[in-house]
């Protein structure tokens, strides 16, 4: 909290900075509706997600900009932020102090109120910025809840206005629908009872829609004014269909769904936002009455996820995923055999995060990262080391390639742990296998505790702890005894295939792996035998 309110303190310029940002307003930017001859309400949708962190969601409401920090919103009038799922916490800017209504008019209690319809907000109400909760203030949960504020214009004068909050299951979850004020200082307004004017239509083109990118996306949902949209190459319509756009970062075939929803949504992708924009794919009931589509996307060309109900309205915020192609890295990833792998990351560029698959916790970022792919012959407990290597490593091991921009969901990871012989500390090596060997380091990592099983793909990320740091060395993986058969077979997975041929090529001239004649060379003759040995 001492961080959040120092970081909210620096407001001494907010009069001049909140005229100059409200200079740059034009008549258009809002509905405005005269209520008498003096007086008038402006009105703005927002549909808005309010971030459950530190900072939350800083409002100016009279330019409608809206920003993650302070120094982001010039002017800011109203904050509402915090990290708690039963209440959500206010902080309003300098003048006027208790910006934000409490509970009742002239009354002590100073929690700021879920209002009803009509309540008036004006000079007389009781203004505070203590939390909102369920208990406290009456608002309610998967329910939109009300509230009253004041703020000071850019005109120096007091105004009065209301906005309203959609609160999912917990209070951590919340979107700012839209706010409404007087233009009119000292002039009263009434709480949502249309004074304002009809909220303006909803344009599925608008700047400020909530964006898509890759993962878990939560999304607010307008269906207020959000139409419907008839896709006739699906033979549905899409109730209230709110538009989301998202902008791949490379060419390959993406999957986006609302899988992770029960309710019943309806899903079109489409290449624009305007009427008569090509729908690419549309779905409705793939994974229970979610929907789910996949396909092909081209590289820095944005598509608009369609989303909405088939004959209710959808919670808000939806969750809609988006899966990217896997990056090419891993998917051409070396073959490594069993046993020594040559290992030089000097010509590697890229960086790559890993992340625990069991708890789903970002652990550090390998860079410079090389990958490689392995298919034990023996299922049991194996280890997988870079000890010896000439710097410091890092290095984690997975089943599955990330998707572009995603991170490596890892089941084991390690930075420091090839123990120095005669010494209680570590090498800068990385080593994985069920104890990590008594890592230490920044980012010491989690051990390898199952199996590697027979038969199955194992993805091996190895890189440096520096960004530009090359290392050199050895990957040696080790395990239970393999399987004896075609020592052309260097990988020991049942085929002398493109697999095995790697594993010689990148052993050439070297010994140990890739050795197939014994004479303590890779070189002709072995490539000889593997080709004889071919399929």
Not at 326 to 333: E, L
Request: glycine share 14%; proline share 5%.
């Amino acid at each position: 909290m001492l961080n959040h309110t120092s970081g909210k303190s620096a407001i001494g310029a907010r009069l001049s900075r909140h005229f100059v940002a409200a200079a740059t307003v034009t008549a258009a930017a809002a509905f405005v509706a005269s209520t008498d001859a003096s007086a008038a309400v402006v009105y703005h949708s927002y549909n808005t997600v309010i971030p459950n962190n530190i900072d939350g969601i800083y409002i100016n409401v009279e330019t409608f900009v809206t920003g993650a920090t302070a120094g982001a919103v010039a002017g800011w009038d109203l904050n509402p932020y915090g990290t708690s799922t039963t209440a959500l916490s206010w902080f309003g800017a300098a003048a006027p102090s208790g910006c934000v209504m409490g509970l009742g008019q002239g009354g002590t209690t100073t929690a700021v109120a879920n209002l009803s319809t009509a309540t008036p907000v004006s000079a007389a109400s009781t203004f505070g910025n203590t939390a909102s909760s369920v208990t406290a203030g009456g608002w309610q949960l998967n329910a939109i809840n009300s509230f009253g504020f004041r703020f000071l214009g850019a005109d120096g004068g007091t105004h009065y206005g209301w906005g309203r909050i959609q609160i999912g299951a917990t209070m951590g979850v919340r979107t700012l629908i839209d706010i409404a004020f007087e233009s009119t200082p000292g002039a009263p307004i009434n709480v949502g009872d249309g004074t304002g004017g009809p909220p303006p239509s909803y344009d599925p083109c608008a700047s400020f829609n909530p964006t898509a990118s890759n993962g878990n996306n939560s999304l607010a949902m307008n269906q207020d004014t959000a139409a419907d949209l008839a896709v006739s190459s699906c033979g549905m319509t899409i109730r209230k269909a709110n538009y989301f756009k998202y902008t791949p970062s490379v060419s390959g075939s993406y999957t986006i769904s609302t899988c992770g929803m029960t309710d019943d949504t309806r899903m079109a992708i489409l290449d624009g936002c305007v009427a008569g924009s090509a729908v690419l794919a549309c779905n409705d009931d793939s994974c229970g009455l979610a929907s789910s589509v996949t396909l092909d996307l081209i590289g820095t060309v944005p598509v608009y996820i369609v989303v909405g109900g088939a004959s209710a309205d959808l919670p808000s915020p939806i969750t809609v995923t988006v899966t990217p192609p896997p990056i090419p890295d891993c998917v051409n990833a070396v073959a490594a055999s069993f046993g020594d792998n040559v290992f030089d990351n000097t010509a590697a560029t890229t960086a790559q995060t890993a992340t625990n698959t069991a708890t789903g916790t970002a652990t550090a970022t390998i860079n410079k990262a090389l990958w490689f792919k392995f298919v034990p012959g023996t299922t049991g407990a194996y280890s997988i080391g870079l000890c010896g290597a000439n710097g410091d490593t890092m290095m984690a091991i997975g089943t599955t390639c990330p998707g572009v921009g995603s991170p490596f969901q890892s089941l084991a990871y390690n930075d420091d742990a090839c123990a120095v012989a005669g010494s209680t500390t570590s090498l800068l090596a990385s080593f994985i296998d069920a104890t990590n060997g008594g890592a230490t380091g920044t980012f010491a990592g989690f051990p390898l505790t199952q199996d590697l099983v027979a038969g199955q793909t194992y993805y091996i990320i190895a890189g440096s702890y520096g960004a530009t740091t090359s290392i050199t060395g050895t990957l040696t993986i080790g395990g239970p005894d393999q399987p004896t058969g075609n020592p052309a077979d260097l990988n020991n997975d049942g085929v002398v295939n493109a697999a095995d041929l790697s594993i010689l090529l990148g052993n050439w001239g070297g010994s140990g792996t890739g050795d197939i004649n014994g004479d303590g060379t890779v070189g002709a003759a072995d490539l000889a035998n593997l080709l004889g040995s071919w399929g």
